[in-house]
């Protein structure tokens, strides 16, 4: 389609296009998260749902076909919009399932989706194709969570075989004076799991303070970066686990 120069590119306007051009489209998957305010890309490629089978493959698009209930969608921006349910569910019943629970993560943490929710319709829908994932992803999920990288750091504990940490724990002395809040904290061990993304280096002093605060509490600190995550899994779970093997003396 033609714009005028001088109009700025965004997301947002490719995603008006699309109706422009595909009038009876609904954003779904990856758009429609990104749409409900999800840390998602809503292109590469934008996932539509088409009800029209004459409706042929569009360069960029992912074409889903599927019925659609009324309470299925929304507007949001002036678009069509699969539902905050509805696109909760279509995400996080895909492969592969970190990546499944990493939406619904984001999507419980933003509160446009509750467990609740989610379980009803697992359980209304049993023996659905991907409701098997759905249920898996679920059961794996954590609204406390506040990034992705920190879902996929938990995920890979817990895939692991180890023991589930709990998330964002507030932690105080023996006198009730907050000493922080880890990423992930292991109760029984007093340990806690630290993820260092690109912010840490502008709250490196808070960080820092922070983490002295939680030493001198008691509380051991293990730290780890997407690199550690992506590239070196093995060595982040063997941490974790002589961590929580061996108990501080004294």
Do not use: C
């Not at 993304?197 to 922070?210: K, M």
């Not at 997407?226 to 961590?243: G, K, L, M, N």
Request: aromatic share 4%; hydrophobic share 40%.
């Amino acid at each position: 389609m033609y714009i005028w120069a001088g109009q700025e590119d965004s997301p947002l306007l490719r995603l008006k296009a699309v109706t422009r051009r595909l009038p009876e489209v609904v954003f779904s998957g990856r758009t429609a998260g990104w749409l409900h305010g999800l840390n998602l890309p809503p292109e590469e490629p934008v996932e539509v749902i088409v009800q029209d089978v004459r409706v042929s493959s569009r360069a960029g698009l992912r074409l889903h076909r599927t019925n659609l209930k009324p309470e299925d969608v929304v507007r949001l921006r002036g678009l069509p919009v699969t539902s905050a349910l509805r696109t909760a569910v279509d995400l996080g019943s895909r492969r592969p399932l970190v990546e499944a629970v990493v939406a619904l993560d984001m999507a419980l943490h933003k509160r446009i989706v509750t467990l609740v929710k989610l379980r009803s319709f697992q359980e209304a829908n049993r023996g659905v194709r991907g409701v098997a994932i759905l249920r898996r992803a679920i059961e794996l999920a954590e609204p406390a969570t506040q990034s992705p990288m920190e879902t996929r750091l938990r995920l890979l504990l817990v895939m692991a075989g180890l023991p589930r940490p709990q998330a964002q724990v507030s932690l105080h002395d023996t006198v009730g004076r907050f000493l922080g809040r880890p990423d992930l904290y292991y109760t029984a061990h007093k340990l806690g799991l630290e993820y260092d993304g690109a912010t840490h280096r502008d709250s490196l002093v808070e960080d820092n303070r922070r983490q002295n605060r939680l030493l001198n509490g008691g509380i051991r600190l293990l730290r780890f970066t997407a690199a550690d995550i992506y590239h070196a899994p093995e060595s982040v779970i063997e941490q974790v686990s002589r961590a929580i093997s061996h108990q501080l003396v004294g």
